[in-house]
């Protein structure tokens, strides 16, 4: 099983730009979630999937940030535009279901200048 | 609102105990216990239920008083493998027991 895959690992852009990251959850599971880490305010969840549905997105920041998942295998977390003050690492992690454990994927650091 | 842990940070020599605790403000369904090392992801360690169902590492336990909303993680000769950030997540009731809130993470150093 390769786990859940994300990319690009690293990410560094100019703000105002746009930012897309990408996910592929592990096959079978049916849940998907994007976090964001910093020093700051440690592990936030930004939103969640169950069945490719958005579940709950009341951690996302602000209008600037949206999700998709347009099928089971795939997911996009975009910027537009990217602040300085967006400059983290964007987890993505994905489940079977609420009852089980989540796995994280590598991550994503990015850096907006 | 934001689990929390503590202590925040603790050092151990190679062998000894340690617990970490987590409390939570909200009736809680759920809690998952994950360790990050630095510059990696999360990685799974424990996830205990309401009701008592529990999954994790054998070499790991923990428990949940459901009563006081809170979790404590023991961690047993403690090895050097063991050091890294813990953290605990809460997941609230059925509806939304699949949104965890991380708490601000215990700062483990285990040395020889």
């Known amino acids: 099983d390769a786990g859940v895959i994300q990319s690009p690992r690293h990410e560094v852009t100019e703000m105002g730009q746009e930012v897309t990251l990408r996910c592929k959850p592990i096959?079978?599971?049916?849940?998907l979630f994007w976090y964001r880490q910093t020093m700051m305010r440690g592990l936030e969840l930004l939103i969640y999937?169950?069945?490719?549905?958005?579940?709950?997105d009341s951690g996302m920041p602000e209008d600037r940030f949206s999700a998709k998942m347009p099928n089971a295998s795939f997911s996009t977390l975009k910027i537009q535009p990217s602040e300085p003050r967006d400059s983290a690492v964007y987890f993505c992690?994905?489940?079977?279901?609420?009852?089980?454990?989540?796995?994280f994927g590598p991550g994503t650091r990015l850096t907006v200048l | 609102q934001q689990p929390v842990q503590s202590p925040q940070a603790v050092i151990l020599r190679e062998g000894e105990d340690a617990v970490i605790n987590c409390s939570s403000s909200?009736?809680?369904?759920?809690v998952h216990w994950y360790r990050q090392k630095h510059g990696e992801a999360p990685v799974f360690l424990m996830i205990?239920?309401?009701?008592?169902e529990q999954k994790g590492h054998d070499k790991i336990s923990a428990s949940f008083n459901e009563k006081k909303q809170q979790s404590s993680l023991y961690l047993t000769a403690s090895q050097l493998s063991y050091s890294g950030t813990y953290f605990c997540?809460?997941?609230?009731?059925?509806?939304?027991?699949?949104?965890?809130?991380f708490g601000t993470g215990t700062r483990l150093q285990v040395t020889l």
């Open positions: 992690a994905s489940s079977l279901g609420f009852r089980n454990e989540q796995f």
């Open positions: 096959s079978g599971h049916n849940s």
């Open positions: 999937f169950n069945n490719n549905v958005p579940i709950d």
């Open positions: 909200k009736a809680l369904y759920s």
């Open positions: 205990l239920l309401k009701g008592g």
């Open positions: 997540g809460t997941g609230g009731g059925t509806g939304t027991a699949s949104k965890l809130t």
